[in-house]
């Protein structure tokens, strides 16, 4: 096929691990020629020593890698931060895509794909990862629900401990949004439409994949010592319900 000519790209650099070199080669001559520049990895070991090096604004990562799968690799990113990544599969099994999801992944997806397609969710992936939060109101900077404490102008959430010292939660950008559209409103049961109407905006995101961006939160709120805040409604949603009485 014929690819599109590539401008001098001066934007954000997009990591591209894809074993298949053809694939590669089309999906970084797309994203140069939106303006993006791209850097490509071959197999896990590779692209997670060019990440390293590097410092990627986003990778754009197969899950089924020599070497190191994208999913390993993908769990040795989340440890290291929260850069944005987009999980590519060749397979259409709901489990594999979730499984990814649930470990931090931003989109996904399924081949065979439309590189504009994939174009356009990078964009909209760094968007998300690069807006700033809108300024709150006066007097409305802290929210406080429970032993959690979110700060909107710092866009950070914290837990406080039985000793009342906060440590802060390692949230991604979507899991901030998830919490602190929850806890604007404890105890209000939020649609799933409006989740992700409201926290993951530029998305075309599927409901399921708001699910797992909760069980995510969920999780580390847990392993913060919050117990299970978030409630599940079934049919309706999810709401924020402190444990421990009204918010404070």
Known sequence: MNLPAAPQANGPLVLVVEDEPGIATILTAYLQRDGLRAQQAHDGLEALRLFRQLRPDMVLLDIHLPGMDGLDLLRAIREDGNTPVIMVTALADDVDKLLGLRLGADDYVVKPFSPPEVVA?????LRRAQAQPAAPARGAQRIRVGRIEIDQEAHAAFA?????????????LTEYRLLACLAAQPRRCFSRSHLIEHCLPESDALDRVIDSHLSKLRRKLQQAGQGDLIETVRGIGYRLWPGDGAPG
């Open 121 to 125: 969710r990078v964009r909209a992936v």
């Open 160 to 172: 406080h401990g039985e000793d009342g010292r906060p440590v802060a939660l390692p949230l991604t």
